[in-house]
């Protein structure tokens, strides 16, 4: 069953904005860290930001001070606010969570989203 939905993804051009969602499609368990990630053409699959358990956020370098990730919790979503985007950003985001699905769940397993196109024109 598909665990998490992303939206948000686009076309845009530098300098221009988006905000890229993740809504969970069930209610977790618990969860250990939840992020987004994003992969190139010919790339590796690269963490952009995630939260971790006690609150801190970390970004990658590439994208400090203009990317901004948080989470509704009441909503069960995440979201990754992208502005002044830069032609170098354009990749396919996923999102991510590692946690229990369920009170039966025997592991904590790491879940993802299906990737939305993020392309940044100059």
């Known amino acids: 069953q598909v665990q998490l939905v992303e939206s948000g993804g686009g076309l845009v051009q530098a300098g221009g904005s988006l905000r890229l969602s993740c809504a969970e499609t069930r209610v977790f368990y618990s969860i250990n860290f939840m992020g987004w990630y994003r992969q190139a053409p010919g790339e590796q699959r690269e963490l952009v930001a995630r939260?971790?358990?006690?609150?801190?956020?970390e970004y990658d370098d590439s994208v400090k001070g203009r990317f901004t990730l948080s989470r509704d919790n009441d909503k069960h979503t995440m979201y990754l606010q992208m502005d002044r985007l830069k032609p170098e950003d354009t990749a396919t985001y996923y999102c991510?969570?590692?946690?229990?699905?369920?009170?039966?769940?025997?592991?904590?397993?790491?879940?993802w989203g299906q990737g939305t196109q993020v392309t940044v024109s100059a």
């Open positions: 939260i971790i358990k006690g609150g801190t956020t």
């Open positions: 991510s969570i590692q946690g229990l699905a369920d009170y039966y769940s025997d592991r904590v397993r790491d879940f």
